[in-house]
């Protein structure tokens, strides 16, 4: 078992930035990838960011290249998203997610995969 606790949601102006933590708990694979999904209201949960955690390797949407980054502390068992230059359309339920994935790619976008997930935490943007 796996257990994910994000945290670091919260309120923020557009234009600022926020960073949200997921603190990793239980049986972890070399293996496993983490990941970060996003979901708006009335919106499918949508994929943002992986890591490895071992290696440390990236993948990331299109649409947040460059204003997110995704890092893993294997010390204190913790993966981080610092987001930049926050829009109104960033907000939503982050989501920490993980399975067992030894490479990247662009499966890793479909949330049906993820075996452990965590409860979330809010973001909102304001315009």
């Known amino acids: 078992q796996v257990q994910l606790v994000e945290s670091g949601g919260g309120l923020v102006q557009a234009g600022g930035s926020l960073r949200v933590s997921c603190a990793v708990s239980?049986?972890?694979?070399?293996?496993?990838?983490m990941t970060w999904f996003r979901q708006a209201p009335g919106k499918e949960r949508e994929f943002l960011a992986a890591i490895l955690w071992s290696g440390g390797n990236t993948y990331y949407r299109e649409s947040v290249k460059g204003r997110f980054t995704i890092s893993r502390d294997n010390a204190n068992h913790t993966v981080y998203l610092q987001m930049n230059s926050l829009a109104p359309e960033d907000t939503g339920r982050y989501y920490c997610?993980?399975?067992?994935?030894?490479?990247?790619?662009?499966?890793?976008?479909?949330?049906?995969?993820?075996?452990?997930w965590g409860q979330g935490t809010q973001v909102t943007v304001s315009s």
């Open positions: 997610a993980s399975t067992v994935s030894p490479r990247l790619g662009a499966w890793l976008a479909n949330a049906r995969i993820y075996t452990y």
């Open positions: 239980g049986r972890t694979f070399s293996s496993s990838t």
